[in-house]
């Protein structure tokens, strides 16, 4: 029997307890190698919410004004006041220039005496039946041509009397305007003589100073006499010779009626002439009306007014300028102005800009088309702005446009408000919201597969996933509406998410998983690991 030492044995048994947990360790990590591996999927998920989807169509187009009247007076005339300066804020009615009516008028006069003249003779022939009834109509008619005469020499004696006064008044202002320069200068020179100043406080300067100061109140109250007296002049004298031009009409209609009247006492009171002259009569009363009217419109058009708010943007006319009416009455943008005339920008007097109104035009393919209506909200941002503005569609056409065989249809959209930054001809891109429905249930849009006619979406319960098919309805880039399938608080996939095992190079410590899925859009969900 071999002897084994005490030492020896003790060696071997060292050794084989190392092998040992050498095969233990192993095995544990082989273990853990196929457990890894074989380790369950995880999820991206999201839930089933109530919430918004909207659906957008992005356009471009350049900003123009609204609102552009380009205004021209529709009667010729000499300008006698422009009320108006570039810059300056109207509203509508207000008045931006006048030319003067003296001609306009007395062609007015003119023609409603001609009317009245008209008017008189028809009535004269409808009541004249006998030659005692056409010697009555001559002797009225001759009454009153001489009470018009009389009333025309007194209107003309009260229009000289009148200008007489105004004269007198401005001579009388005038004198007072002179004696108050001869006084404020006697006093100023008694105040220099005294050697006074604003710091002197004798009582010869306190009292040199209170005259002066009278003098100076005196000349400038008859200096304002004497400015009312000198504007009273022409104004008086116009409408005294609107009241003579008036008066002479009458006279002159009055005259027309005699002739009338003594030519109807000499023809046969037949049927048939009477029927020819009530013709006559007529059509005369229906041509004077016509002319009365022409000319109180163009009375009326003598004052230029804006035909709706805004700014004036370019005035091209002055007092004392002479301008040729148009006679036709337009502007262009969202209103038509009813004393102006259609005119280029460069040729109008008078250009009015809605300020800050803006709106852009840009086009739709055929395909769209029929999506966008009237009313429907959008955003628009101008080219150099971050902030989108609120806008509305206002026009959507009706009539395309081919190109190339490509179908496209204007749409007009408005922006809300006045932004007076904004300038025309600034480029915009425009977001129409085309369709939108709110506090429907939606899922991530990521989450919605279709394949073919068949769309469903995978919905994990209890750690396992399962397809179900739904209804959508609307959806954008980030949410799809589900109309039936689902029900809210649903938990449905997005994405999976992998896992690996790190090498035993790459340390020591307890594994990461590490995610290599794709992850989809909209949405915030967690990661779900079967069996917790």
């Known amino acids: 029997?071999?002897?084994?030492?005490?030492?020896?044995?003790?060696?071997?048994?060292?050794?084989?307890?190392?092998?040992?947990?050498?095969?233990?360790?192993?095995?544990?990590?082989?273990?853990?190698?196929?457990?890894?591996?074989?380790?369950?999927?995880?999820?991206?998920?999201?839930?089933?919410?109530?919430?918004?989807?909207?659906?957008?169509?992005?356009?471009?187009?350049?900003?123009?004004?609204?609102a552009q009247s380009n205004l021209n007076f529709q009667v010729s005339g000499t300008v006698t006041a422009v009320d108006v300066t570039v810059g300056q804020a109207v509203t509508a009615g207000q008045v931006l220039a006048t030319v003067d009516p003296t001609t306009l008028q007395a062609t007015l006069t003119q023609a409603q005496a001609q009317l009245t003249a008209a008017l008189a003779k028809q009535a004269a022939d409808q009541t004249s039946s006998s030659s005692s009834n056409a010697a009555q109509q001559v002797a009225t008619a001759q009454t009153s041509l001489a009470n018009d005469i009389t009333a025309?020499?007194?209107?003309?004696?009260?229009?000289?009397?009148?200008?007489?006064?105004?004269?007198?008044?401005?001579?009388?202002?005038?004198?007072?305007?002179?004696?108050?320069?001869?006084?404020?200068?006697?006093?100023?020179?008694?105040?220099?003589n005294d050697g006074c100043s604003s710091s002197s406080s004798s009582t010869k300067c306190q009292t040199d100073q209170q005259n002066l100061s009278a003098a100076q109140q005196q000349q400038s109250k008859d200096q304002q006499s004497l400015a009312a007296a000198d504007a009273a002049l022409p104004t008086d004298q116009v409408r005294g010779q609107q009241t003579n031009d008036q008066a002479a009409a009458r006279v002159a209609a009055d005259r027309t009626a005699v002739s009338n009247a003594q030519a109807a006492s000499g023809t046969a009171n037949s049927s048939a002439s009477l029927a020819a002259a009530a013709a006559v009569d007529t059509a005369s009363v229906t041509q004077a009306q016509q002319a009365a009217t022409t000319a109180q419109t163009a009375v009326s058009n003598a004052t230029l007014t804006a035909p709706n708010g805004g700014q004036v943007a370019q005035v091209n006319t002055a007092v004392g300028s002479t301008v040729s009416g148009s006679g036709v009455s337009a502007s262009s943008g969202s209103g038509a102005a009813a004393s102006s005339s259609v005119s280029t920008s460069s040729a109008a007097q008078f250009i009015i800009l809605s300020p800050g109104s803006f709106q852009v035009t840009s086009t739709v393919s055929d395909s769209v088309v029929g999506e966008v209506a009237i009313s429907q909200n959008a955003v628009v941002t101008a080219a150099g702005t971050t902030n989108g503005l609120a806008a509305s569609v206002t026009s959507v056409g009706e009539i395309a446009t081919v190109s190339s065989g490509v179908a496209t249809f204007p749409v007009t959209v408005q922006i809300g408000g006045t932004h007076p930054a904004l300038r025309d001809g600034m480029s915009a891109t425009v977001t129409v919201v085309i369709n939108q429905v709110v506090g429907v249930l939606t899922v991530p849009t990521s989450a919605v597969h279709t394949n073919g006619t068949a769309t469903t979406v995978q919905v994990l319960k209890n750690g396992v996933p399962s397809t179900v098919v739904v209804s959508v309805g609307a959806a954008d880039q980030s949410r799809t509406q589900i109309t039936s399938g689902l029900a809210e608080g649903d938990i449905v996939v997005i994405a999976t998410v992998t896992s690996t095992v790190p090498s035993a190079a790459s340390g020591s410590g307890t594994p990461r998983r590490t995610g290599t899925g794709g992850l989809g859009g909209g949405g915030a969900g967690g990661f779900a690991v079967p069996g917790g």
Request: proline share 3%; glycine share 6%; hydrophobic share 45%.
């Open 1 to 66: 029997m071999r002897f084994v030492s005490p030492v020896v044995r003790h060696g071997r048994y060292r050794a084989a307890l190392v092998g040992a947990i050498v095969l233990i360790v192993a095995g544990v990590l082989v273990l853990m190698l196929v457990r890894g591996s074989a380790a369950a999927p995880q999820y991206r998920t999201a839930s089933a919410t109530l919430g918004t989807v909207r659906q957008t169509l992005s356009l471009t187009g350049n900003l123009t004004p609204v």
């Open 152 to 192: 025309y020499a007194d209107t003309v004696a009260v229009y000289n009397q009148t200008i007489k006064a105004d004269q007198h008044t401005i001579a009388a202002n005038q004198a007072n305007v002179n004696t108050d320069n001869q006084t404020m200068a006697q006093a100023q020179q008694r105040y220099n």
